[in-house]
């Protein structure tokens, strides 16, 4: 008899709450100051061309697609050739790749290095312009470039121009040139 008036209790209760089983929506209203996607240690393999590949890691990505943008911590790639030869590879504390120009803004110990060039990049903020195929630092932003060949030189207003093969800074240049550095 206890065991009944247990049972019937609780159906009773049970039978008074009411649990919506419909699918959990998502509104439409999402900001577009938060992401669409969050990927957390992630990695990737953006191809351009069968000669041009680009293997991309970090510590976590968010993808703004309204604004047309990434956001990359701990950011780290490698360019390679169609057979997996190293061209160039760096690193920075973050970068933000635009999807509609393929344009990228890096900052915070930023270490580039070109294998074809023989040298080497260093910077706190560098912008990458595809189209212009450019390289540039910030207005006031210190650059150094260094060459295997033993040459070193820093300066302000950095902009290496990637289709001439020319680097040039706009003031305060300082450094070590040698002269059978080609």
Not at 53 to 65: G, T
Request: net charge negative.
């Amino acid at each position: 008899m206890r065991l009944l008036r247990t049972i019937v209790l609780a159906a009773v209760l049970i039978g008074g709450c009411s649990l919506d089983y419909r699918p959990a929506q998502v509104g439409d209203d999402r900001a577009e100051s938060v992401p669409e996607t969050v990927l957390v240690e992630a990695q990737l393999v953006i191809v351009r061309s069968e000669t041009r590949r680009f293997r991309v890691s970090a510590s976590r990505v968010e993808h703004y697609p309204e604004q047309q943008k990434q956001i990359f911590a701990g950011f780290v790639f490698e360019e390679t050739d169609g057979i997996g030869t190293v061209l160039s590879a760096g690193s920075a504390d973050s970068a933000v790749y635009f999807t509609n120009s393929d344009d990228i803004e890096m900052s915070g110990n930023i270490a580039f290095y070109s294998h074809q060039q023989q040298a080497g990049i260093y910077a706190e903020w560098l912008r990458w312009d595809d189209d212009a195929r450019t390289l540039t630092g910030a207005p006031g932003g210190l650059v150094r470039v260094e060459r295997d060949g033993g040459s070193k030189i820093s300066g302000y207003g950095f902009i290496a121009d990637m289709r001439r093969s020319t680097v040039e800074f706009a003031e305060r240049v300082s450094g070590i040139l040698v002269a059978d550095d080609e």
